[in-house]
């Protein structure tokens, strides 16, 4: 079964950059065909897809965030990284990284396969 676990820093200053890992076990995220994503949820919102970086390595954004945003892995440790530069407070929200298939829509949250756990980040000074 696989296990998806979010870490990073709970609280980011404004204009920093937030890194978040999601170390996966339980599967590798260089199998086929799945896609590793990352979603928030700020407080009193619903959920937005941020990105995702597929099994083989390539990257999609959310338009909305694609500036501000980047997403690497590295596959010796299993694991994949978000990094949102210039944050600000709207930018708080519970994180989460979570696994689809292609075919799943990236707002058709329901269908995902797996989730973390989800961390919270709060943006202030």
């Known amino acids: 079964q696989v296990q998806l676990q979010e870490s990073g820093p709970g609280l980011v200053k404004p204009s920093q950059t937030l890194s978040l890992t999601c170390t996966v076990s339980?599967?590798?995220?260089?199998?086929?065909?799945?896609?590793w994503n990352w979603i928030r949820q700020p407080p009193g919102k619903d959920l937005e897809w941020i990105g995702y970086?597929?099994?083989?390595?390539?990257?999609y954004y959310n338009p909305a965030l694609k500036s501000r945003t980047s997403i690497s892995r590295d596959t010796s440790r299993n694991l994949f990284t978000l990094h949102l530069s210039s944050v600000n407070p709207e930018d708080t929200a519970v994180y989460y990284c979570?696994?689809?298939?292609?075919?799943?829509?990236?707002?058709?949250?329901?269908?995902?396969?797996?989730w973390g756990q989800g961390t919270q980040v709060t943006v202030s000074s």
């Open positions: 970086i597929t099994y083989s390595g390539s990257t």
């Open positions: 339980g599967g590798s995220i260089t199998a086929n065909y799945y896609y």
């Open positions: 979570a696994r689809r298939r292609p075919a799943t829509p990236v707002d058709l949250y329901d269908d995902y396969d797996d």
